[in-house]
């Protein structure tokens, strides 16, 4: 911040010298800079600097839950999308294991699953930065909490319907899912076991981030974990794997 500043104060002495050559005299110009000086260097001087755990400590406990909540899903949001575009197959390393079902799943495939890690982070960003901005405004806490809470829920279904548009959810004749073989994606859906139901999972395939259907041999593989696809089944699923 403070170098922020320092850059803003030379940018603006600058730009006022500037403006001082054109229109004044020379007397008139060291005037004016020395006044513009004494006038920063003042107030900047004297403004007290920014403590940390001086906003920290003023926080009351219903802020500080806020705010442990927002920095640490904002965080992870960024990261989470980084990886949806870039591409999840340019670093299989950063396997995290989250747990993302947590609906238990009962083999068959359905359409969409609502408690997921993903929607999980969706609603509490939503929902935090949603009680930080509207705080000053709406005064009663609970009131708050349920106009953030509702627009937690909205951003949810905002994500999704945008997932689902930019991963092209309606495959055209052009993909070809053989281009998928040995590629990596990640799970989105829960995966059943030893094929008994189906999941999905969000692979780059021919430039864009698709939605696919998948299917695995082995063990059941949860929603946030990495898999490698090994072939085509049917022509329309992908067989997967679990990578170690």
């Known amino acids: 911040m403070q170098i922020v500043i320092k850059s803003s104060i030379i940018l603006l002495t600058t730009l006022i010298d500037g403006l001082l050559r054109l229109f004044t005299t020379y007397q008139c110009q060291t005037y004016y800079l020395q006044l513009f000086h004494y006038v920063i260097e003042k107030y900047y001087i004297s403004r007290k600097k920014p403590n940390m755990s001086d906003w920290w400590s003023a926080l009351s406990l219903f802020d500080k839950i806020i705010w442990l909540i927002t920095i640490p899903v904002t965080v992870i949001f960024i990261i989470e ?4 575009f870039a ?3 340019s ?3 950063l396997n995290a ?3 993302g079902d947590l609906d238990s799943s009962s083999g068959d495939g359905a359409p969409f699953q609502l408690f997921t890690f993903r929607n999980f982070i969706n609603f509490f960003l939503g929902f935090g930065w949603s009680v930080i901005a509207l705080k000053s405004t709406i005064t ?3 009131l708050l909490v349920a106009t953030a809470a509702a627009i937690g829920l909205v951003l949810v279904a905002i994500v999704m319907y945008l997932f689902f548009w930019l991963t092209g ?3 055209d004749g052009s993909m070809d899912l053989r281009n998928a073989v040995r590629k990596t994606a990640e799970v989105y859906l829960t995966i059943p ?3 008994t139901g189906i999941g999905k999972v969000h692979i780059r395939l ?3 981030v698709r939605e696919l259907d998948a299917v695995t041999l082995g063990e059941s593989v949860k929603s946030g974990e990495f898999v490698t696809v090994t072939d085509i089944v049917d022509g329309r699923l992908l067989l997967v794997e679990k990578m170690n």
């Open 81 to 84: 999308m980084i990886f949806t």
């Open 193 to 195: 076991p030893r094929k």
């Open 97 to 99: 294991d989250f747990d």
């Open 91 to 93: 670093n299989s390393d």
């Open 169 to 171: 959810m309606a495959q």
């Open 87 to 89: 591409g999840m197959d």
């Open 140 to 142: 009663n806490q609970l």
């Open 206 to 208: 021919q430039g864009n």
